[in-house]
């Protein structure tokens, strides 16, 4: 069994930062691409940031320049540093990961998700 729990949301001023956290634990043999999702009230979710194991990142255009993606491959944990924020950016973040079990399952697990929310 794999669980993906993301931590770090909360209320934050515009301008302001924070960091999530997405750890994933359990019965992994190895994870190809991590990544952070979201999902505002009345939106589809879209993708926020991916990264592969080799390391090349990717952004929504919305997000180039404030957020960053970052993993710790020791820990199968994945970040997300995110500055310089704006209202549009409230909404439910979730991770994923793109894994293969001890048991040699291929599937992309989601974690539940945390809110952030940009207000003053």
């Known amino acids: 069994q794999v669980q993906l729990v993301e931590s770090g949301g909360g209320l934050v001023q515009p301008g302001g930062s924070l960091r999530l956290s997405c750890a994933a634990s359990?019965?992994?043999?190895?994870?190809?691409?991590m990544g952070w999702y979201r999902q505002a009230p009345g939106y589809q979710r879209e993708l926020v940031a991916l990264?592969?194991?080799?390391?090349?990142?990717h952004y929504a255009d919305s997000v180039k320049g404030r957020f960053t993606i970052s993993r710790d491959n020791a820990k199968n944990t994945v970040y997300l540093q995110m500055n310089n924020l704006k209202p549009e950016d409230t909404a439910v973040y979730s991770c994923?990961?793109?894994?293969?079990?001890?048991?040699?399952?291929?599937?992309?697990?989601w974690g539940r998700g945390t809110q952030v929310t940009v207000s003053s």
């Open positions: 359990g019965s992994i043999f190895s994870i190809n691409a």
């Open positions: 994923n990961a793109h894994l293969m079990t001890m048991g040699g399952t291929v599937y992309l697990y």
């Open positions: 990264i592969p194991s080799g390391g090349n990142t």
